[in-house]
T-cell receptor, first 116, second 115 residues
């Protein structure tokens, strides 16, 4: 079973509109962390936002917010007021403790294209 | 402040050879992780080191090994290279190895091509 599932291979959004990128996860570790990264065509992974499994409130970082629904095991990224520079690949990732060692699992990514 | 640096930027090797990739973390970061990203896929976790000790390992064969030095820099070694090892190798550093402070910041990567 996939640990991190991103079901949207590609998304389009009009400039200045909001967009939601989906992510569901699966873990038995009660203390896990969820991350979103942006990867432009240059290749470098850029950290966007973090949500801990015990965090009571949804994380926000500027135009990025994380819609964390723990019971549904979903951690969707919301980008408000999209900009042309937001066009990139977006990866959802999870850190879990597996038998005493840490593992980091990334999804397959969603390619976002912002239209002018 | 300088970000995570990796060297070399690009590398071409032939099957059966050995390769060493290097990574310097952000100043003050004590944890370094290595990832392999094959074209069109998400990064695959290889190792995490914290304070020179291995704290995490992904599902990679023993041909892959790594170490962390007293200055927290790290090397990833791959022996007996296969064509399938061609990928972008990413290094990430973080303050600690758990919690919010484990937010990982990535370097630009080393593009390895195996012929």
């Amino acid at each position: 079973a996939q640990k991190i599932t991103q079901t949207q291979p590609g998304m389009f959004v009009q400039e200045k509109e909001a967009v939601t990128l989906d992510c569901t996860y699966d873990t038995s570790d009660p203390s896990y962390g969820l991350f979103w990264y942006k990867q432009p065509s240059s290749g470098e992974m850029i950290f966007l936002i973090y949500q801990g499994s015990y965090d009571q409130q949804n994380a926000t970082e500027g135009r990025y917010s994380l819609n964390f629904q723990k019971a549904r095991k979903s951690a969707n990224l919301v980008i408000s007021a999209s900009q042309l520079g937001d066009s990139a690949m977006y990866f959802c990732a999870m850190r879990e403790n597996d038998s005493g060692t840490y593992k980091y699992i990334f999804g397959t990514g969603t390619r976002l294209k912002v239209l002018a | 402040d300088a970000g995570v640096t990796q060297s070399p930027t690009h590398l071409i090797k032939t099957r059966g050879q050995h390769v060493t990739l290097r990574c310097s973390p952000i100043s003050g970061h004590k944890s370094v992780s290595w990832y392999q990203q094959v074209l069109g896929q998400g990064p695959q976790f290889i190792f995490q080191y914290y304070e020179k000790e291995e704290r995490g390992r992904g599902n990679f064969p023993d041909r892959f090994s790594a170490r962390q030095f007293p200055n927290y820099s790290s090397e990833l070694n791959v022996n007996a290279l296969l064509l399938g090892d061609s990928a972008l190798y990413l290094c990430a550093s973080s303050l600690l190895s758990s919690g919010r402070t484990d937010t990982q910041y990535f370097g630009p990567g080393t593009r390895l091509t195996v012929l």
